[in-house]
């Protein structure tokens, strides 16, 4: 990551209650081929998630502390925060002197912008803006949330904004959390209605939709230079399995989420093309 960061823009972005069985289901079956194509041989990554929920979960990630690899460890991190004894940090690890990533990349010279989703990303109060005050810009609006059909080509095109405004020179760190995964998302699934409840046809649905519109973002952030992009959950969630429904709990379910990170090719140059 030392040579990485400082020569490529970098892209996080977290699918919010993901489970790693519906998105490893999808991808084997080709039904997210804009996301499968940028998976190592087209398959997820199984990790367990650092949170049972939105909050816990981002507050380890911006430490630097990203979902675990599903195997016995040590596994070296990306990214950490000098501490002394850590058992994780490795010659390949950007290591910074902050309390989190974010600051930590800011401190590198990235500008560093949030485009939020569920609510603890919405600025509302003093709970919603502690993750999203990390950043030097945030954005959240209702069209952005959990109860909007839409939410995540509405992100997609802020995101976009934020890329475009930016001189040519700057280092952009752009994080967004995607909101469609979560509760409500039964109207992702053609034929549901409310009354139908979300399901885990819904949630795969949502997911569908995601991958519908996630190329524009990828495009977007490789238009300048070439962008390293994690894609991951933050955790799953629940739909009734052993009688448990929802997250912030100890199932498999949620622990078990996927992860990918990859690099997208920056615009090619006059000489090449």
């Given at each position: 990551?030392?040579?990485?960061?400082?020569?490529?823009?970098?892209?996080?972005?977290?699918?919010?209650?993901?489970?790693?069985?519906?998105?490893?289901?999808?991808?084997?079956?080709?039904?997210?081929?804009?996301?499968?194509?940028?998976l190592p041989d087209s398959r997820?990554?199984?990790?367990?998630?650092?949170?049972?929920?939105?909050?816990?979960?981002?507050?380890?990630?911006?430490?630097?502390?990203?979902?675990?690899?599903?195997?016995?460890?040590?596994?070296?991190?990306?990214?950490?925060?000098?501490?002394?004894?850590?058992?994780?940090?490795?010659?390949?690890?950007?290591?910074?002197?902050?309390?989190?990533?974010?600051?930590?990349?800011?401190?590198?010279?990235?500008?560093?912008?949030?485009?939020?989703?569920?609510?603890?990303?919405?600025?509302?109060?003093?709970?919603?803006?502690?993750?999203?005050?990390?950043?030097?810009?945030?954005?959240?609006?209702?069209?952005?949330?959990?109860?909007?059909?839409?939410?995540?080509?509405?992100?997609?095109?802020?995101?976009?904004?934020i890329v475009a405004a930016l001189?040519?020179?700057?280092?952009?760190?752009?994080?967004?959390?995607?909101?469609?995964?979560?509760?409500?998302?039964?109207?992702?699934?053609?034929?549901?209605?409310?009354?139908?409840?979300?399901?885990?046809?819904?949630?795969?649905?949502?997911?569908?939709?995601?991958?519908?519109?996630?190329?524009?973002?990828?495009?977007?952030?490789?238009?300048?230079?070439?962008?390293?992009?994690?894609?991951?959950?933050?955790?799953?969630?629940?739909?009734?399995?052993?009688?448990?429904?929802?997250?912030?709990?100890?199932?498999?379910?949620?622990?078990?989420?996927?992860?990918?990170?990859?690099?997208?090719?920056?615009?090619?140059?006059?000489?090449?093309?």
């Amino acid at each position: 990551m030392n040579e990485i960061v400082g020569s490529h823009d970098l892209l996080l972005v977290t699918l919010d209650t993901l489970r790693y069985d519906v998105a490893a289901e999808l991808a084997a079956a080709g039904r997210i081929p804009n996301l499968a194509r940028h998976l190592p041989d087209s398959r997820w990554e199984r990790r367990h998630a650092p949170g049972s929920f939105t909050y816990a979960s981002h507050q380890a990630i911006f430490a630097g502390f990203l979902p675990t690899p599903a195997a016995p460890g040590p596994h070296p991190r990306l990214f950490a925060a000098r501490f002394a004894g850590s058992e994780t940090t490795a010659d390949g690890t950007f290591v910074y002197d902050t309390p989190d990533l974010v600051t930590g990349l800011a401190k590198h010279g990235y500008r560093t912008a949030c485009v939020g989703g569920v609510g603890f990303f919405n600025g509302q109060g003093p709970l919603g803006s502690v993750l999203p005050g990390l950043f030097e810009e945030s954005h959240w609006e209702p069209a952005f949330g959990v109860a909007s059909p839409t939410s995540f080509e509405s992100q997609v095109t802020r995101a976009e904004e934020i890329v475009a405004a930016l001189p040519a020179e700057q280092r952009l760190f752009l994080f967004v959390n995607v909101s469609a995964l979560h509760q409500p998302n039964w109207f992702h699934l053609p034929g549901a209605t409310r009354e139908s409840g979300d399901t885990r046809a819904s949630h795969a649905a949502a997911l569908e939709y995601v991958d519908r519109h996630i190329g524009r973002l990828f495009a977007a952030m490789s238009s300048r230079r070439p962008c390293f992009a994690i894609v991951c959950s933050d955790h799953g969630t629940a739909y009734g399995e052993d009688g448990f429904t929802g997250h912030r709990l100890g199932h498999e379910v949620v622990w078990n989420v996927p992860y990918a990170h990859f690099l997208l090719s920056g615009p090619r140059s006059e000489a090449h093309a």
